[in-house]
């Protein structure tokens, strides 16, 4: 059963901006760590960025770091994946992810979703 939706992915030109939205549909973000993972043609899957539970502690992979912010709404139950100055190299499939544990970038989380495109060029 499918228990987080993700949306907001598509086509952006080199330094532009998108804001993913990872909701969830039965599971409750509140109540796990939350990371993205994103997944470009030809290569594995990676952490992104993650959000805690609790405190909202989060960490970013550093191709990313300063262009990505990762946030919580709890009253939507949705998180965000805020993407800033895109680059080529931003293309992928963006995937969210929930644990009870924190993993965070690490691949072992408990449920996924189906994920988003998001294409970066010129």
């Known amino acids: 059963q499918l228990q987080l939706v993700e949306s907001g992915g598509g086509a952006e030109q080199p330094g532009e901006s998108l804001r993913l939205s990872c909701t969830g549909i039965v599971l409750i973000v509140d109540d796990y760590n939350i990371a993205w993972f994103r997944q470009a043609p030809g290569k594995e899957r990676g952490g992104v960025a993650r959000i805690t539970l609790g405190n909202g502690f989060t960490k970013y992979a550093d191709s990313v770091k300063g262009r990505f912010t990762i946030s919580r709404e709890s009253a939507k139950n949705a998180v965000y994946l805020e993407l800033h100055s895109l680059l080529p190299q931003d293309t992928g499939h963006y995937y969210c992810?929930?644990?009870?544990?924190?993993?965070?970038?690490?691949?072992?989380?408990?449920?996924w979703g189906q994920g988003t495109q998001v294409t970066v060029s010129s």
């Open positions: 992810a929930a644990a009870m544990l924190d993993y965070v970038l690490g691949p072992a989380y408990d449920y």
